[in-house]
């Protein structure tokens, strides 16, 4: 599987994105798919996850009722849609995918990790 994320870029505070990420391979479906984020100088963290179907979905506590993570099987891609951006939300934002079917939801963690994207570069301006 190859990831190719896609959207990210400057946006004042308050302001929106929408994050996309493309993938590669016929077995999209049997992944559970998510986004992670590192700032300059921190660690690689958890943001959001949703299971092989969409029908599950689990937030990290900094971005939940602000970000929203969807997927569309036909089209093998993962979205991320932003809103209410904050400063602190600028980093680079990476894709991920993870073999089984709710994987990353039981483990929100970047270890365990099959697939990873480019990163794409997000920036809130205050």
């Known amino acids: 599987v190859q990831l190719q994320a896609s959207g990210g870029g400057l946006v004042q505070a308050g302001g929106s994105l929408r994050l996309s990420c493309a993938a590669s391979?016929?077995?999209?479906?049997?992944?559970?798919m998510g986004w992670f984020r590192q700032a300059p100088g921190k660690e690689r963290e958890f943001v959001t996850a949703i299971n092989w179907n969409g029908d599950n979905t689990f937030y990290g506590d900094s971005v939940k009722g602000r970000f929203t993570i969807s997927r569309d099987n036909a089209k093998t891609t993962v979205y991320l849609q932003m809103t209410s951006l904050k400063p602190e939300d600028t980093a680079v934002y990476y894709c991920?995918?993870?073999?089984?079917?709710?994987?990353?939801?039981?483990?929100?963690?970047?270890?365990?990790?099959?697939?990873w994207g480019q990163g794409t570069q997000v920036t809130v301006s205050s």
């Open positions: 391979g016929r077995t999209f479906a049997t992944y559970a």
């Open positions: 991920a995918a993870r073999r089984g079917p709710n994987s990353i939801l039981v483990h929100p963690t970047p270890f365990g990790i099959d697939y």
